[in-house]
């Protein structure tokens, strides 16, 4: 079981925007900055967001994160093709499962 | 360009040991934390440890303390991890990847995101 809970699915048409969400406790995302990657089957996570809300270089303007309280988003606007993957957010944590914590991650289909 | 080359796939027997590798290039060795996250088959991302190379100072996940030794030699810039008392689940695939910090306003760490991974080593663990 993951600390972070993301859904495990999510889906969308070309164009579309989506998002996902990811929940967490006050030792981790409450009181810590979240990151999110992207993983393409059979390839190594890449970072998307970073800071809750900030992309690295190279990173296209259509992903967007937000956090409030104990919860996160990742948004993906003007779904492509190439967004199909999955997602997986992650956060500092002050306790015991620290320092770093994963959510479960999300399939993203695009239709 | 930054890369972090691993060792190739490793089969092992449950109890033995397995130790994979992590060479870092194109930038500044002892400046930046290594860390280990690891995939089960169809599963997610699961941290394992980390390592400062300048001081040679880790950390390591509950779950993995006591199994769990990650280490680096410097000189050849170059970080390692091992796992002992292998097991079936162990069965995964293993990435180093470095770290990079983000400040606050205040010019304090705020956290920090991986930036780059290596290509990962499947470790299969069967009798």
């Known amino acids: 079981q993951s600390v972070l809970t993301q859904p495990p699915s999510a889906s969308g048409t070309p164009g579309q925007r989506v998002t996902i969400s990811c929940s967490g406790w006050g030792s981790n995302v409450g009181s810590n900055t979240v990151n999110w990657y992207q993983q393409v089957p059979g390839t190594a996570p890449r970072v998307l967001i970073y800071?809750?809300?900030q992309r690295p270089a190279g990173v296209p303007d259509r992903f967007s994160g937000s956090k409030s309280g104990t919860s996160a988003s990742l948004a993906i606007s003007g779904l492509q093709s190439e967004d199909e993957g999955d997602y997986y957010c992650?956060?500092?944590?002050?306790?015991?499962?620290?320092?770093?914590?994963f959510g479960g991650g999300t399939k993203l289909t695009v239709l | 360009q930054v890369q972090l080359v691993q060792s190739g796939a490793e089969v092992k027997k449950p109890g033995a040991s397995v130790k994979v590798s992590c060479k870092a290039s194109?930038?500044?060795?002892?400046?930046?934390?290594i860390h280990w996250v690891r995939q089960a088959p169809g599963q997610g991302l699961e941290w394992m440890g980390r390592i400062n190379p300048t001081s040679g100072g880790t950390d390591y996940a509950q779950k993995f303390q006591g199994r769990v030794t990650v280490t680096r030699d410097t000189s050849i810039r170059t970080a390692y991890m091992e796992l002992s008392r292998l097991r079936s689940d162990d069965t995964a695939i293993y990435y180093c990847a470095r770290a990079t910090y983000y400040y606050d306003d205040s010019a304090s760490p705020a956290g920090y995101y991986f930036d780059y991974w290596g290509q990962g080593t499947l470790v299969s663990v069967s009798s």
């Open positions: 800071n809750n809300n």
């Open positions: 194109a930038y500044t060795f002892t400046n930046y934390y």
């Open positions: 992650a956060a500092w944590d002050d306790s015991l499962n620290g320092p770093v914590v």
